[in-house]
Every structure is written in C-alpha cells, then in structure tokens.
Nanobody
Framework: VQLQASGGGAVQAGGSLRLSCAAS???????MAWYRRFPGKQRELVAA???????DYEDSVKGRFTISRDNAKNTVYLQMTSLKPEDTAVYYC?????????WGQGTLVTVSS
C-alpha cells in the first residue's frame, strides 16, 4: 500500500486547509488517520476514521478539524478550520491494512499569527 498526501501549505491563523491522502495498491483499507509531528517531538494522533466511519479526534482539534473518507477512492481527508499557530506541524497520513501499518510522506502545515 502506498499513501500519497497533498494539501499542506501556509495559512494565517483562523484560516482553513484541507489535506487529502490517497491509498493505492490495495483495497479494503481499514483505519485511516492523520498524525502530526511537532519539531523535536514524536508523532501524535490528530484524527482517525474506521472503514465504517467511526471517528476519533485529539482533544485540541475537536470542533475544528473533520476527518472523512471515500472508501471507493481509498482516500482520507482532513478538513482543518480555525487553524492556530500551534497547529503548525508536519502532517502524516496513516492506514491500517490487514494489521500492517503504512505511512505517507509528511506534508507541512504552517499557521502564522
């Protein structure tokens, strides 16, 4: 399975961005998720969504970020609104395929104040 992420960039505080990540090479992807890494820290879960649409969010993004997926396209999205400077990080998409973990390349999100 290969993951191709897109949609990162620079935005001012209060703005919005939409990340996309398409999985190729297989179908029946189970959980898909977005993680982020702050400088000098480990990756942390931002949001996850099961194949059936059950979602989970990190507390600081609840109400601001929305994760969704299109199973037919094996694509996961992260709609980010009301962005804050503390959301600045490298964002990574993730998927679980038959208990194997796959990661996409990171995409940088920079939020300026």
């Amino acid at each position: 399975v290969q993951l191709q992420a897109s949609g990162g960039g620079a935005v001012q505080a209060g703005g919005s961005l939409r990340l996309s990540c398409a999985a190729s090479g297989s179908s029946r992807i189970n959980t898909m998720a977005w993680y982020r890494r702050f400088p000098g820290k480990q990756r942390e879960l931002v949001a996850a969504i099961t194949r059936g649409g059950v979602t989970d969010y990190e507390d600081s993004v609840k109400g601001r970020f929305t994760i969704s997926r299109d199973n037919a396209k094996n694509t996961v999205y992260l709609q980010m609104t009301s962005l804050k400077p503390e959301d600045t990080a490298v964002y990574y998409c993730y998927c679980d395929w038959f208990r194997q973990e796959f990661w996409g390349q990171g995409t940088l999100v920079t939020v300026s104040s």
